[in-house]
Antibody, heavy 120, light 107 residues
C-alpha cells in the first residue's frame, strides 16, 4: 500500500534552515507529482509547494517563495523540502502528499506529518 | 487567489443524522475542480471527493458531493461515529487553496 513517511522536523531558531524528507513506498514514485502541505496545530491547511514527477517543474506558495526549495530523488523514492530563512510563522506540521495523477493538484495520499517549530 | 469559505464553522449533530457542509468559492471554479478531505483528530487528511462529486477509492457511499460554479456541498447521509471530524474543501482550478474547515461534532 502507499506509504509516505516524513522526517527531519524539529525546533530551530528564526533565520535558520531545516531540511525535511519524505520516504515513499508502495507505488511508482517517479510517475507522480508530489506536494508539501502544512498545518499550524489546531488550524487549517496551507499548500506549500509542488514538484512534477520528473522534477522538471515546480511551484510555490507566495508565503515561502524564495525561501523554500522542493526537490526529489526518484532513485531513492524520496521527496525533500529545504527550508531556509525560517520564520516563526513557518511553525507547522508539514505533510508530504501525493498528487492524484500528474498535474491534478489534489492529494490522494498523505504522510503522517513532521512538526517544525521555529522559536527563539 | 481564490478564497474558499466553509460554513458552518461547527456542526453539532447526533449519530444517524444527516450532515450538510457548504463550501463557497470567491470565483467560479473551472471544471468543478473541488475536492473534500476529512481529518480526524491527530491524523492526516484523507481524500473523500474530487471533481466536486466523484468519490475517492474506498470512500463509503454515505458521502456525496455536489455543486458547481461557486457553490459546493458535502453531504453525509447518516453520520457514523467515525465521521465526527473536521472537513476541508480545496480548489485546484487556479493554484491551490483550502477552505477554513467545518468541524462536525457530536451533539
Amino acid at each position: 500500500q502507499v506509504q509516505l513517511v516524513e522526517s527531519g522536523g524539529g525546533v530551530v531558531q528564526p533565520g535558520m534552515s531545516l531540511r525535511l524528507s519524505c520516504a515513499a513506498s508502495g507505488f511508482a514514485f517517479s510517475t507522480y507529482g508530489m506536494h508539501w502541505v502544512r498545518q499550524v496545530p489546531g488550524k487549517g491547511l496551507e499548500w506549500v509547494a509542488v514538484l512534477w514527477y520528473d522534477g522538471s517543474g515546480e511551484n510555490y506558495a507566495d508565503s515561502v517563495k524564495g525561501r523554500f526549495t522542493i526537490s526529489r530523488d526518484n532513485s531513492k523514492k524520496t521527496l525533500f523540502l529545504q527550508m531556509n530563512s525560517l520564520r516563526v510563522e513557518d511553525t507547522a506540521v508539514y505533510y508530504c502528499a501525493r498528487d492524484f495523477y500528474g498535474g491534478a493538484n489534489f492529494f490522494d495520499s498523505w504522510g503522517q506529518g513532521s512538526l517544525v517549530i521555529v522559536s527563539s | 487567489e481564490i478564497v474558499l469559505t466553509q460554513s458552518p464553522g461547527t456542526l453539532s449533530l447526533s449519530p444517524g443524522e444527516r450532515a450538510t457542509l457548504s463550501c463557497r468559492a470567491s470565483q467560479s471554479l473551472s471544471s468543478n475542480s473541488l475536492a473534500w478531505y476529512q481529518q480526524r483528530r491527530g491524523q492526516a487528511p484523507r481524500l473523500l471527493i474530487f471533481g466536486a462529486s466523484s468519490r475517492a477509492t474506498g470512500i463509503p457511499d454515505r458521502f456525496s458531493g455536489s455543486g458547481s460554479g461557486t457553490d459546493f456541498t458535502l453531504t453525509i447521509s447518516r453520520l457514523e461515529p467515525e465521521d465526527f471530524a473536521v472537513y476541508y474543501c480545496q480548489q485546484y482550478g487556479t493554484s491551490l487553496t483550502f477552505g477554513g474547515g467545518t468541524k462536525v461534532e457530536i451533539k
